[in-house]
């Protein structure tokens, strides 16, 4: 299995961004999708989530701005974020809950994409 992230680049403060996470390999169900950022010298933390079910999870700190939603047809995660801020730059990551054709679910494992660097200008 492997998650393949991309839509980051340079964007000015106010403006959007559109990142994308696309699961590819034996996948047998999909769980849960997340996206966690890593700011320069910071610790990884936690965006938003969405659960199989359709229920999310923000961030305090991108609340109202982001939102994520998911395309379980394509295996793919998607993270619109408005209103970008200077402070929203970081390396975002995507992990999605996967079920391969080798596990019986409930088993899953975390997959990981490569970071997709969102830099905002002020």
């Known amino acids: 299995v492997q998650l393949q992230a991309s839509g980051g680049g340079l964007v000015q403060a106010g403006g959007s961004l559109r990142l994308s996470c696309v699961a590819s390999g034996s996948i047998s169900r999909i769980n849960d999708m997340r996206w966690y950022r890593q700011p320069e010298g910071r610790k990884r933390e936690l965006v938003a989530s969405i659960f199989s079910d359709g229920t999310t999870y923000y961030s305090p700190s991108v609340k109202g701005r982001f939102t994520i939603s998911r395309d379980n047809a394509k295996n793919t995660a998607y993270l619109q974020m408005n209103s970008l801020k200077p402070e929203d730059t970081a390396v975002y990551y995507c992990?999605?809950?996967?079920?391969?054709?080798?596990?019986?679910?409930?088993?899953?494992?975390?997959?990981w994409g490569q970071g997709t660097l969102v830099t905002v200008s002020s």
């Open positions: 992990c999605q809950e996967i079920t391969t054709t080798s596990m019986t679910y409930p088993q899953f494992e975390d997959y």
